[in-house]
């Protein structure tokens, strides 16, 4: 893929999408653009239906999505899983990637120019998998997906025919339980862009 910065990535984004699913994934699987490949066992690439109504994007892999492969299958996970219920969504209504496929060194936050380099990876993602609603799970999927542009937790925006709504990181319902009921008003405030 080579080192990108901040630059037009629409013509990659495009290849990449268009080539399909297997190289997409295999494009992630021999990324070594930034340091973060070299300390990860595992890229974390994706779960759930490759037809999603819903998109959920995450920050990164923690320690056990790294030893998995799998997003969200650690202690987050369940959270997520819990809200995925709540929402009301089955197996075949979501997907779920990270905003950065490698783990950070000690679960920090990805760096600007970590989330720049992976970002044609989300794109390529988004543009394939074509949903009709996406959820950015905290600050750091949204600075991956818009940018410089800043969402209000809750109010969504409509961008391309796609919802956009900002919630909270389901690691934010483990380390500040008041979060879970403002996640549920949250979530039904929003109910109608997904049932």
């Known amino acids: 893929m080579g080192k990108l910065q901040s630059i037009d990535i ?31 066992t595992n890229p974390v690439i994706m779960k759930g239906s490759r037809n999603p109504r819903v998109l959920f994007i995450g920050e990164a892999p923690g320690r056990t999505e790294d030893m998995t492969g799998i997003p969200f299958s650690g202690r987050a996970g369940k959270k997520l899983d819990e809200m995925i219920g709540y929402m009301g969504l089955s197996a075949g209504d979501y997907a779920v990637i990270n905003a950065v ?26 543009k394939m998998l074509d949903p009709q609603v996406i959820i950015l799970l905290g600050n750091t999927a949204e600075e991956a997906f818009c940018r410089s542009k800043k969402l209000e937790w809750g109010i969504p925006k409509v961008s391309g025919g796609i919802s956009i709504l900002k919630i909270y990181h389901p690691a934010a319902m483990i380390y500040q339980r008041s979060r879970i009921e403002e996640q549920k008003t949250l979530i039904d405030t929003n109910r109608y862009l997904w049932e």
């Open 101 to 126: 496929k490698c783990r950070p060194p000690n679960n920090r936050k990805p760096l600007k120019g970590e989330i720049e380099l992976c970002r044609p990876f989300l794109m390529a993602q988004i």
């Open 10 to 40: 629409s013509a990659v984004v495009e290849e990449m999408a268009s080539a399909g699913f297997g190289h997409l994934e295999e494009s992630i699987l021999q990324c070594s653009d930034c340091a973060l490949r070299e300390g990860a």
